[in-house]
């Protein structure tokens, strides 16, 4: 990847991964749905230098110095990380005329990060099967997920709209 094309790739990520954020603070202060607690993901990244991997329940845990701040520079490099390999997947000329559904498709396939990793560690089970309304969390992280597509999708429209790439004819 050229250096234009990483910076493309870092705001789009960072962007997104905002609106999501956005969207999360929306749920809470328009529903009262609480969203994951950043601290937490920095909790179980954070123990996975001592060989922990999974815990019996996240919050129980031992904190971890510096917790938050790992927690929410992991969430945005996760994000700027799924669009890098969304560029290598459908190629850079994607951002050249971004279109709606492989950005919103990347949104459902990211949701298997949480579902398959994160919530297993944190002691949820897989795809939150040992949380009381498990298809709930399920549908909520889906929904969050589309919402990070949507912003991959909204960012680089816009982005087309406004510069002149190098990287499009």
């Not at 990847?1 to 954020?21: E, F, P």
């Not at 969207?23 to 922990?52: C, E, K, P, Q, T």
Request: proline share 5%.
């Amino acid at each position: 990847m050229n250096s234009q094309l990483i910076l493309h790739v870092l705001l789009v990520g960072v962007s997104a991964t905002l609106l999501m954020d956005a969207w999360a603070l929306a749920r809470r202060r328009l529903f009262g749905i609480a969203s994951l607690d950043y601290a937490l993901v920095g909790r179980w990244l954070g123990h996975m230098r001592y060989g922990r991997f999974q815990h019996a329940a996240i919050g129980k845990a031992q904190p971890v110095r510096g917790e938050r701040l790992l927690g929410w520079c992991s969430h945005y490099l996760i994000g700027v990380a799924f669009v890098g390999l969304f560029v290598l997947l459908v190629g850079p000329q994607w951002f050249c005329q971004p279109t709606l559904l492989p950005a919103l498709l990347l949104g459902v396939v990211s949701v298997a990060a949480p579902l398959l990793l994160m919530q297993p560690g944190f002691g949820m089970g897989l795809a939150a099967s040992r949380m009381a309304n498990p298809w709930q969390v399920r549908l909520r992280a889906l929904v969050t997920h589309l919402v990070f597509g949507l912003g991959v999708y909204l960012v680089s429209w816009v982005v087309a709209q406004l510069l002149a790439l190098p990287l499009c004819p």
